[in-house]
């Protein structure tokens, strides 16, 4: 940061100032003083835009003159207090009498709007809230009024003490109000007191103090950091105070060393001004009062001094940018320019720089590449500082614990290459090609992030191995760093603190120099820090660089002096080397070597830059720009100022570009003089750069002779090469078009290429250039070859596929016939029917069907990728592809019919691993679609037992055996189906040999059918032989209760009582307690005593259970005869057909057609043949109770429609539906692959 007094304007007829306003948003100036005097003033700005008019004009423009200067008049005691309302355009002034005259603006004048006069107490002071709605008035006597923008009075309060001076908080809420005796006051919106606010700078102090300045930052440009302070209080015992709220117990306390009498923050909060004075000798045995502006960042931490001249400063006030601050000193306004430390650098034509967001509390960094205008704004927390050098920037920032702090190495688009974690507080910051070096008031630390052969070490694994040399910290009074160990972990932070702290860093590949407050410069070798010699100055060092060469050192030092130190002079006194040169420059605040001379250098003086050949300075040109570099003559600078007004859209008119005078005086003999003086010019004054735009000249000319000497005296060996070429052409006109496309003149090239009826090498021209539609648009034109055309296509489609502009490449990519791109077209435009095309077009075997393939895989498309896999011969993908989208029937369909085994394999392991995450329904979808019905009936099986365990509804539970179900009856007639062209073989007949033939295969394959139904049955007889069996159990379980709650108790009951034969599926405890409670209610006190008595005997149920079932039964049947009204058919005990065997009892009544069976629809037993059987599930219903059903009431499929022949399972008659049939509604049979 930088500061000086710029312009001084005068107030006619010494009137002094009393008070100091400037408008942050127009720029108006207000001042009031002695006499009534009130004058609004407003200077011209210093934009970039500005500062550019007049360079391009040659005119050397004085920034700041007056554009405006009125007198307001109004008053006749001298104004006392100035205020601005910034959002209203309103202006508040107050003299000694208390007269308070609001001012508005009307045609670019000021001019009265409302006067107030309480001619009680004198105004001490006034402040508008941060958004212009209010404005409160202070009185010395203690009274205080609080109105609104349209001059209505809110209120007015008598606080009872006197008021010196007052501020409202950032969201207009509280109001601090300080007296004359050095207090605080905290008071409400309404006025009403709240706290006082604790002065903890004034602690220890004996005496009276008064508080002379109090000012809360509004946040409206946004914050620092998170939580930095924003309430200043300055005493005019010099103590001051930074707090973050009014009641901030942490406050940073100050001791200025001054005696203060005002301070202001400026437009961010980022920068404190305090003005006051201090005692010096006068002669004799007077003092004088040395008046000056100290300036003090958010932390407290002093960064600045400015000395004034003059006795006494009234007021201070910050234009609205930052940039100037202006003081009303006696009867004078000096201003103050200020050049702020923005956080920036300059690398690979990009600028990157940290702003602050309203609305984030981060740091943005901007990235702005100047050359392609690309932007990539990064958010950075806590971000310390910047700098860029070569192909890296380094972000500095705190860290999370205490005492930590990160450096972050980026490239040109932000992106962070490598960072370190150090314990170094970075104060000083520098970058080099291979080095970070950060310091703090006494320790170095230097990170080597990348050597010679390596971009960056953390990419290199021998980098990474030698881990312990690219970090090195030692203390500044060591005398020789390069011994021992010096990384991190063994570096120890030293006892005690030097009393020479670090003032400044530089550093080139090989040279690092730190500077100390003494003037002492040290220098070191990098990468070993062998200490090299100590520099002795006779100035503290501010800033510090090198030339290119390392003779010379530029210093700048506390107070903006620019000098230099010969570095290979020898030194003064003994262990010192070179000498501090005479030469001197004051006011500089930034200044850059040439990287390609060591005697060019650039540096800003004020408001001026002045290059510099050794120490002869050029004509001074008007800028405000800092330096960015300065390479082949030309000086790149931006001009911060105006980027930061608009951060988030940075435009290159900011960016500026500076040539020295040797470089315009070449331009100005090429374009006036023989090109023999410009040559004698450029040799006296060589430079690389000269001698270029010298040989470019004689190109132009065609004079070769001169073109090659000053491509030699340029080193440029292409260059050499190039009039070599050109001197063999022998043709002029070939020359010129040579010389043409050197100067990338490519059109008129093309035309002389024209002229000379040289197509061929025109179309050769486009080609080495690229531009691949100008060879289109020439080889059409004269007839060229097909192939270039085809090439040339191939490369518009490419330049089109690169943009992603797809249908356009696709266009151009069917001209050439380039399948394969055609191929990435179509999918990118997601057009798979033309990809489809494209496939059927393509011969078998071609691999670029293999790519296809993967493409239609990679959207879901089976069928197409199936297709374009066997295509290619590859059956193997055509496989995996069906397995990948879960097309297992498909996937074991293709493995039958290739023979390929390993299908099976593939498909348990995937369902074990579906299995192992517990997907049991994708591991059952998985069989199913793999036809493997008997694993998908086990597993809804089991699917169904672990659900009736865990106590879920019962539908779900008879769902899964019913799906159970319906999986073994597909197995079933997937094994006995015959083939259906055996199958109409055997039933068309015939005598012949071959109808004896097939009649054979088909018994054989029944009979192989059946063998593997008995395999099955035998490992899993379970879900084979009684796949209905858990779907019956729970059909009727739910059936009985739909009974029960619906009345039907005697329906119920007899349900019940089927449900006996199900103990194995349900639990017996649920089945008997469910019995003996429709028993009950039906009266049927027999079953209910035998329901009971089975309850007491089972083995699993709890004995205070038991004890319970027993108790109840006794209170039951103490009142009612355990014997039931009449006999069921349900409970009668079938005698056996044979008396003996049971088991032949059973086998006889099947094959008899006595068994009785059960209606699925009402749970009765079915005794005669109107009955109607579902083809599905293969139960049957009573006619009576399904009247009106369309589906099964047990499978849910549906039924079979009228008058369609369908048998009962009784006895095997016939006596299913009749035609006219007595069932309402439609019937129709399920397909197989119906699910619920």
């Not at 030194?571 to 006011?587: C, I, N, S, V």
């Not at 062209?981 to 109808?995: E, F, H, R």
């Amino acid at each position: 940061m930088f500061i000086y007094l710029s312009k001084k304007i005068a107030i006619p007829n010494g009137t002094r100032l009393k008070c100091l306003s400037w408008n942050s948003d127009q720029g108006w100036i207000a001042c009031g003083g002695e006499n009534g005097l009130l004058k609004v003033l407003r200077l011209e700005g210093t934009s970039s835009k500005e500062i550019k008019a007049s360079n391009a004009k040659g005119q050397v423009t004085q920034p700041g003159n007056l554009s405006l200067n009125q007198t307001l008049e109004g008053h006749n005691g001298s104004v006392l207090c100035v205020t601005w309302n910034d959002s209203f355009q309103k202006l508040t002034t107050s003299d000694e009498s208390g007269l308070i005259i609001v001012w508005m603006l009307h045609k670019g004048m000021w001019y009265e709007e409302m006067i107030n006069n309480r001619n009680k107490s004198v105004v001490k002071d006034m402040k508008w809230t941060s958004n212009g709605e209010k404005i409160c008035i202070a009185y010395e006597d203690g009274a205080v009024i609080v109105g609104s923008v349209d001059g209505n009075r809110l209120w007015g309060k008598e606080v009872g003490i006197s008021l010196s001076l007052v501020e409202w908080s950032p969201d207009g809420r509280l109001l601090l109000f300080c007296t004359p005796s050095g207090e605080c006051h905290v008071y409400d919106g309404s006025g009403n007191a709240v706290s006082k606010v604790p002065l903890y700078c004034n602690e220890g102090y004996v005496g009276l103090s008064k508080i002379v300045g109090i000012e809360w930052y509004d946040g409206i440009e946004g914050f620092a950091e998170p939580n930095c302070p924003v309430l200043a209080i300055c005493l005019d015992n010099g103590r001051m105070q930074l707090m973050r709220y009014e009641s901030d117990d942490n406050a940073v306390c100050i001791d200025t060393g001054i005696k203060p009498c005002k301070c202001k923050w400026n437009m961010n909060g980022t920068i404190l001004a305090v003005a006051g004075y201090q005692l010096g000798g006068g002669g004799g045995t007077a003092t004088k009062e040395l008046w000056m502006v100290q300036f003090y960042n958010y932390s407290g931490e002093h960064l600045r001094t400015l000395r004034v001249p003059g006795n006494g400063i009234s007021g201070l006030s910050w234009e609205g940018n930052g940039l100037r601050l202006a003081l009303a000193v006696e009867s004078f306004i000096y201003f103050t320019n200020v050049r702020p430390d923005y956080k920036w650098g300059f690398f690979c034509n990009t600028l990157v720089y940290a702003f602050n967001r309203p609305d984030r509390t981060e740091h943005c960094v901007m990235f702005w590449d100047t050359k392609n205008n690309d932007k990539y704004p990064k958010y950075v927390r806590k971000l310390v500082a910047i700098q860029a050098f070569g192909d890296f920037c380094v972000l500095a920032t705190k860290g999370e614990n205490p005492g930590e702090y990160i450096l972050i190495l980026c490239n040109a688009i932000g992106s962070p290459v490598d960072s370190k974690y150090i314990e170094v507080e970075p104060k000083y910051l520098t970058i080099t090609h291979y080095h970070v070096i950060a310091a703090s008031d006494e320790v170095v630390y230097v990170w080597q992030f990348r050597t010679s052969f390596s971009k960056v070490l953390s990419t290199d694994v021998t980098g990474v191995k030698r881990k312990d040399v690219r970090e090195k910290l030692f203390q500044i009074d060591e005398d020789d760093p390069s011994k021992g160990d010096r990384g991190p972990e063994s570096f120890k932070p030293p006892a005690n603190t030097t009393s020479d702290s670090i003032s400044a860093l530089c550093a080139t590949e090989n040279v690092l120099m730190v500077g100390r407050a003494s003037g002492v410069v040290q220098r070191y070798s990098l990468p070993h820090l062998t200490p090299e010699g100590k520099h002795v100055l006779r100035c503290r060092p501010q800033m510090l660089a090198l030339n290119c060469n390392q003779t010379k050192m530029s210093v700048i030092d506390i107070n903006g002096v620019l000098s230099f130190f010969d570095l290979t002079a020898k030194g003064g006194t003994p262990g010192t080397q070179g000498e501090h040169l005479a030469f001197e420059r004051k006011d500089a605040w930034d200044m850059r070597w040439a990287d390609d001379n060591p005697e060019l250098f650039a540096m800003m003086e004020k408001t001026r830059m002045y290059i510099f050949r050794g120490l002869d300075p050029e004509e001074p040109v008007t800028s405000s720009a800092y330096l960015c570099s300065f390479h082949d003559l030309e000086i790149t600078a931006v001009f911060i100022d105006d980027i930061m007004a608009q951060a988030d859209q940075p435009d290159t008119e900011f960016m500026t570009m500076y040539e020295t005078r040797s470089l315009r005086d070449t331009r100005d003999l090429l374009r006036t003089t023989k090109i023999e003086d410009a040559y004698s010019f450029v040799d006296s004054n060589s430079h690389p750069r000269l001698w270029r735009i010298l040989a470019e000249h004689a190109l132009e000319e065609l004079d070769f002779v001169m073109a090659d000497k000053a491509f030699v005296r340029s080193t440029d060996y292409q260059g050499i090469q190039f009039v070599k070429h050109l001197q063999k052409l022998g043709d002029k006109a070939k020359q010129r078009a040579e010389v043409a496309v050197y100067f990338k003149r490519f059109d008129e090239a093309e035309q002389l290429y024209h002229k000379m009826d040289r197509p061929d090498l025109a179309i050769d021209m486009r080609m080495r250039l690229g531009d691949w539609f100008k060879v289109e648009k020439l080889v059409k034109e004269n007839s060229g070859d097909d192939a270039q055309l085809v090439n040339a296509w191939n490369k518009i489609g490419q330049y089109y596929s690169d943009r992603h502009k797809w249908q356009k490449a696709a266009q151009y990519y069917a001209q050439a016939k380039s399948s394969e791109m055609l191929v990435e077209c179509f999918y990118a435009l997601e057009d798979f029917t033309a990809l489809g095309k494209l496939m059927d077009a393509m011969p078998d075997g071609s691999p670029l069907l293999i790519s296809v393939g993967e493409k239609f895989q990679s959207v879901g498309l089976c069928n197409e990728g199936v297709a374009a896999f066997l295509k290619a011969g590859d059956t193997k993908k055509a496989i995996d592809c069906c397995v990948l989208l879960n097309q297992w029937d498909q996937a074991v369909a293709l493995a039958q019919q290739y023979t390929f085994p390993q299908i099976a394999m593939l498909l348990a392991k995937y369902a074990n691993h579906l299995l192992e995450k517990e997907k049991y329904l994708e591991a059952i979808e998985l069989y199913r679609k793999a036809n493997h019905h008997p694993e998908a009936a086990k597993l809804l099986t089991d699917l169904a037992e672990k659900s009736a365990s865990l106590k879920v509804h019962p539908m779900r539970v008879k769902k899964l055996y019913v799906l159970a179900a319906l999986e073994v009856d597909k197995f079933k007639r997937r094994t006995l189906d015959m083939n259906p062209l055996d199958a109409a073989s055997t039933m068309m007949g015939g005598a012949t040999k071959a109808a004896t033939a097939t009649m054979a295969a088909t018994a054989a394959q029944t009979l192989a059918g059946l063998m593997t139904l008995e395999a099955a049955s035998a490992t899993d007889t379970k879900g084979i032989d009684s796949a209905w069996r858990g779907a019956e159990a729970y059909h009727f379980w739910l059936l009985a209760h739909r009974q029960l709650y619906a009345g039907q108790v005697d329906l119920a009951m007899r349900t019940a009582l089927h449900l006996r034969n199900y103990e194995d599926v349900l639990d017996p405890q649920e089945v008997y307690s469910f019995l003996a409670l429709a028993s009950f209610y039906n009266k049927f006190f027999g079953q209910c005593s035998k329901a009971f008595i089975k309850l007491e005997s089972l083995p699993a149920i709890p004995n205070d259970k038991r004890e319970a079932f027993a108790d109840l039964a006794m209170s039951i049947f103490l009142k009612n005869a355990p014997a039931d009204p009449r006999s069921l058919r349900e409970t009668m005990t079938k005698k056996g057909l044979n008396g003996k065997n049971p088991v032949v009892d059973a086998l006889l009544e099947d094959l008899g057609g006595n068994k009785e069976q059960v209606c699925v629809a009402s749970g009765r037993i079915i005794k005669d043949g109107n009955t109607v059987r579902c083809k599905t599930c293969k139960h049957s219903m009573i006619v009576t109770e399904v009247r009106g059903r369309e589906t099964c009431p047990l499978c849910h499929a549906l039924l079979p429609v009228p008058g369609e022949k369908s048998r009962t399972a009784l006895g095997g008659s016939n006596g299913g539906v009749s035609d006219k049939g007595m069932l309402g509604g439609r019937y129709a049979t399920i397909g197989e692959d119906e699910m619920y």
